[in-house]
């Protein structure tokens, strides 16, 4: 058995420990890089500043939208010559979020694929008797109509935001809270992700975490993020 093979074998043998999944969406559910790329540009565009390659954006992603935004200005003023200067990004901040929230809201799934094996994977997870919530970075209200629209929000018994809680992942607050909401102890609720925002947050809360390896991670190879087990596919973990 090679590496990867053993590592989604670790992951599956958790299914036997675990009573309830919560799962990251961005990265794990489903590729919405073209989502971010699209209204990302269309607020540059507004406030006159230079497009951003999606390479750049990629880099960004799992830390929430305000990180995003923040990250992407800082970018984008230097790049057009101007000093990123703490006081300047953050009057330009106000402006740029009131135009990304009303692009995003017009685009949200338009530019996003569900990755493959993940509406078969829920399924599998539920037949199990596995109790699901997602919980992301992303605003609820975001990643409620982006499921709805890609036909995953059935899936879930509920759906935490970045904005649900006080904190936001890599915080384990998030974590802890939806375990008190599903009732579940922590060491038997596991965490599904794709970064090691994900990771953190789940050793943090006394959660076993699987990683999978086709999201962002920030650019960084997500096999050297620290995990009870890391998979390929939203599948090849979960038996039949």
């Known amino acids: 058995m090679n590496h990867k093979s053993a ?5 599956g043998a958790l299914l036997g420990r675990i009573d309830a999944v919560m799962s990251d969406l961005d990265g794990t559910l489903i590729d919405t ?22 390479e750049e954006i990629a880099l960004r992603v799992g830390k929430g939208s305000e990180h995003l935004l923040h990250s992407v200005l800082n970018w984008a003023l230097a790049q057009s010559g101007q000093a990123p200067k703490a006081m300047q990004t ?8 009131a135009r990304y929230q ?3 809201e017009t685009i949200n799934g338009q530019h996003a694929t569900v990755y493959p094996g993940v509406r078969e994977g829920l399924a599998r997870l539920r037949a199990r ?13 975001h990643a409620l109509a982006l499921l709805q629209a890609k036909g995953l929000d059935d899936a879930f018994e509920a759906v935490f935001g970045g904005d649900s809680f006080a904190r936001k992942k890599p915080d384990p607050l998030p974590l802890v809270q939806a375990c008190a ?6 060491a038997r609720t596991l965490m599904l992700g794709d970064s090691s925002n994900d990771a953190q947050a789940a050793r943090a809360a006394g959660c076993p975490v699987v990683l ?15 995990a009870d087990g890391h998979v390929d596919g939203f599948t090849q973990w979960l038996p039949h």
């Open 102 to 104: 009303h692009h995003y």
């Open 129 to 141: 008797g596995l109790r699901l919530v997602c919980l992301t970075n992303k605003p609820q209200a």
């Open 181 to 186: 909401w599903l009732g579940t102890a922590p």
């Open 7 to 11: 590592d989604a074998a670790a992951a």
């Open 33 to 54: 890089l073209g989502d971010f790329v699209e209204a990302v540009n269309r607020t540059l565009a507004d406030l006159h500043l230079p497009a951003i390659a999606p």
């Open 212 to 226: 999978v390896t086709y999201g962002y991670n920030h650019g960084q190879p997500v096999r050297e993020v620290g």
């Open 90 to 97: 953050e009057a330009l901040f106000a402006q740029a979020w």
